[in-house]
């Protein structure tokens, strides 16, 4: 079992910055592809960034990609997602997700593990 922890969310003006952190304990860490989902008021969950285990490759959905940037740092067993030029449409409860390796890394029901999620909140 790998038990997750999101924390850095908040209230954030647009066109700011944030950094989510994802803490994982139990079982390690490393062996696991990492995901950040993302899920707003009436809405489906939906892919936001993935990172390979070694950290070698990362993935973006569209709507982040050069505004976002996902990291680990497997030996302190913590996930990252920097998260720059916000946008009201950022806002959402943000979950870090933990899953075999994967060439599909978007696919939400690939991921095992999966935190309580912390909220982002995007004022125009």
């Known amino acids: 079992q790998v038990q997750l922890v999101e924390s850095g969310g908040g209230l954030v003006q647009a066109g700011g910055s944030l950094t989510l952190s994802c803490a994982a304990s139990?079982?390690?860490?490393?062996?696991?592809?990492m995901g950040w989902f993302r899920q707003a008021p009436g809405k489906e969950r939906e892919f936001v960034a993935a990172?390979?285990?070694?950290?070698?490759?990362?993935y973006y959905a569209d709507s982040v990609k050069g505004r976002f940037t996902i990291s680990r740092a497997n030996a302190a067993n913590t996930g990252y997602l920097q998260m720059n030029s916000l946008k009201p449409e950022d806002t959402a409860v943000y979950y870090c997700a933990a899953g075999p390796p994967s060439n599909r890394p978007a696919l939400r029901n690939w991921y095992d593990y999966w935190g309580q999620g912390t909220q982002v909140t995007v004022s125009s």
């Open positions: 139990g079982r390690t860490f490393s062996p696991y592809m």
């Open positions: 990172i390979s285990w070694s950290g070698s490759s990362a």
